[in-house]
């Protein structure tokens, strides 16, 4: 049976998953733990459920729908480089958050989601626009926070194997060992052989990937209201790819992260007080000349974070919260090409949230001084407007600054030390609707830019040195979740008009429309799932650098899933990317994967 025939055969069985606890809280918008429903900012919750109902191989396979997220620069498959762009703006423009502190890549400052694993993460939290005023530096596009830790009680396996030579195994422990008392440890270990993503250039080979990881955590409850926490998290990764003959082809990156906390929670106040360090070290090479050669792109960076809050809720209708944070980023250089010097960054901030229905109010103020680039002030603010038939509106204003990064200043690749912090301002207008089989949102926003760090000429041009410009985006985004009988849909649409102000041309990697759907339903005890996204023509450089800039055509690509509880404790799982087996790339000249099958089973104690 041809590939196609077989995906017409399964696609009428498809259909995104109806959660089954919808999430009710969210810390990431304050810090502080509120109900998801008075944030005045959209945002987004995937849960554990919605992960084992995904069946993702890797984060960018489980967030590449969501709005306002494009993962614009990936260049193939599992493991490789890939950057997330939200609202148009820069990749390093989108904080992300690992328990809640940011992670130690001040090198380049954007996360590469390829490298993260997905099989500890227990929930993944998401704000778009400015969060500066909360978070400082980088928050420009939105903050994602990614959550290892669990209160469940349970013991599970997992394994799956793929397309590609796809294989993986996880671990998860996770026991309240005393009433007060909760361990944690998830391990895991994935591998691929991949494929060739670059196949008409001088190196004929499958570029592949594996990775480890593991995760260790503690909670206690001293008392009704003191909890101690302590986790720890790490991954090793390891990946081939192809680089045109320009250098390296192969990279090691080595990631870890300790954080502990102590927390106080009454009826009325809340406080926390936080402590994490991290490293992150990255080597390159060629593969034929060994690892020993390691001499490209070679960095590790270490982040050392102190912070701490306190929230008085007063009554029902509003709260004020302070806090304060310290954070030291270095540069552990070995062979690093450039040295830096450690930087220091210290914020506090103030907010109050207040409602007089149908009026809600929120103000929220910071202060940041960087030890390299001085005081910077940042604030936000937002007013909602509950209107009839569970109808609302809200206006929000929010600024927000970026500093170069080490990369950005010092790199022998294009580094600058003369540029200055990034600085923006961002209107945003929103609606809703919340009935009883449908909820929508609609939000407009106008983000613009001052001083944007760019690199106007590929990295191998000499005279690449990152430079400041301005950048105006204006955008919609429009989120429908339904349920049609047993079946339920998420829907988004958006519209990205990104562009730099001195050249009037649309910043790289970012394509104007995205459009996705994901449907979910539960028959015969199976869940089904079936996602759909389509993502337009967009400017990149070609895999061949000597070609410069290309404009790389849109692509349409559908997935479908299916689980089955074989037993009360077993569970089987499939899943089929890319179903039509489209041809397509994300960047020119980088093949995406074409249609992949994995199958897998969860066994819980």
Not at 37 to 59: G, K, M, Y
Not at 107 to 134: H, K, T
Not at 454 to 467: D, R
Request: proline share 4%.
């Amino acid at each position: 049976m041809s590939k196609k025939l077989l995906a017409a055969a399964l696609l009428p069985w498809a259909a995104c998953a109806q959660n089954s606890s919808e999430p009710t809280s969210i810390t990431i918008y304050n810090r502080a733990e509120q109900p998801l429903t008075s944030a005045l900012a959209p945002v987004e919750v995937i849960t554990r459920a919605d992960i084992e109902r995904r069946q993702p191989r890797s984060l960018i396979d489980l967030l590449e729908t969501l709005p306002g997220m494009q993962f614009g620069s990936q260049s193939g498959g599992i493991g490789q480089l890939s950057s997330l762009f939200v609202r148009g703006t820069e990749s390093d423009h989108v904080l992300v958050l690992l328990n809640g502190r940011p992670m130690a890549q001040m090198v380049n400052s954007n996360v590469d989601f390829s490298q993260l694993p997905v099989s500890n993460v227990q929930r993944i939290e998401y704000i778009r626009g400015p969060r500066a005023a909360i978070y400082g530096s980088r928050a420009i596009g939105g903050v994602v926070n990614i959550i290892t830790t669990s209160k469940v009680n349970d013991i599970s396996v997992g394994v799956t194997t793929g397309s590609n030579d796809y294989y993986a195994a996880d671990v998860s422990v996770n026991q309240w060992v005393t009433d007060a008392t909760r361990l944690q440890l998830a391990t895991g270990y994935r591998e691929t052989r991949g494929y060739d993503i670059i196949p008409d250039n001088n190196e004929p080979d499958r570029d592949g990937f594996s990775s480890k990881n593991l995760t260790l955590g503690v909670e206690h409850q001293l008392d009704q209201s003191w909890t101690l926490n302590a986790n720890v998290n790490g991954w090793e990764n390891k990946t081939d790819y192809d680089n045109g003959g320009f250098g390296p082809d192969t990279s090691n990156t080595q990631t870890y992260q300790f954080d502990a906390g102590l927390a106080y929670q009454d009826e009325q106040l809340v406080g926390q007080l936080n402590a994490s360090y991290g490293e992150h070290e990255l080597e390159s090479w060629v593969k034929a000349d060994g690892r020993n050669s390691a001499s490209y792109s070679n960095s590790s960076t270490a982040t050392t974070r102190l912070d701490g809050l306190v929230q008085y809720r007063y009554s029902d209708q509003g709260y004020t919260l302070a806090g304060m944070d310290w954070q030291q980023d270095r540069l552990l250089s070995r062979s690093t090409s450039f040295t830096a010097p450690d930087r220091d960054n210290t914020g506090v901030f103030i907010s109050a949230y207040h409602t007089w229905s149908p009026l809600t109010l929120e103000l929220t103020g910071r202060i940041d001084d960087n030890e390299q680039f001085g005081t910077h002030g940042t604030w936000q603010s937002a007013l909602s407007l509950q209107l009839p038939e569970q109808h609302k509106a809200t206006l929000s204003y929010g600024t927000a600054f970026r500093a170069p990064t080490f990369g950005d200043l010092y790199s022998s690749w294009g580094g600058n030390p003369d540029l200055a912090p990034e600085k923006s301002n961002n209107w945003e207008l929103g609606f809703s609707g919340d009935y009883k089989v449908l909820d929508w949102q609609l939000n407009l926003y106008r983000n613009e830019i001052d001083n944007l760090i760019i690199y106007p000429a590929p990295f191998y041009v000499a005279t690449n040195s990152a430079e400041n410009t301005d950048a105006l985006i204006r955008g919609l985004e429009l989120t429908v979740n339904a349920s049609t009988g047993p079946l339920h849909h998420s829907v988004s649409y958006e519209y990205t008009d990104a562009k730099d102000i001195k050249t009037a041309a649309q910043l790289l990697n970012r394509a104007k429309r995205k459009f996705s759907w994901t449907g979910d339903i539960d028959v015969a005890n199976t869940n089904l799932f079936a996602q759909v996204l389509y993502v337009s023509d967009r400017q990149t450089y070609d895999a061949d650098f000597m070609k410069g800039l290309v404009y790389t055509p849109s692509y349409t690509i559908w997935n479908i899933g299916a689980r089955y509880p074989l037993t009360q404790n077993l569970t089987l799982n499939g899943k089929i990317n890319n179903l039509f087996d489209k041809d397509y790339q994300v960047v020119s000249g980088y093949d995406a994967p074409d249609m992949e099958f994995y199958v897998g089973a969860d066994y819980r104690f």
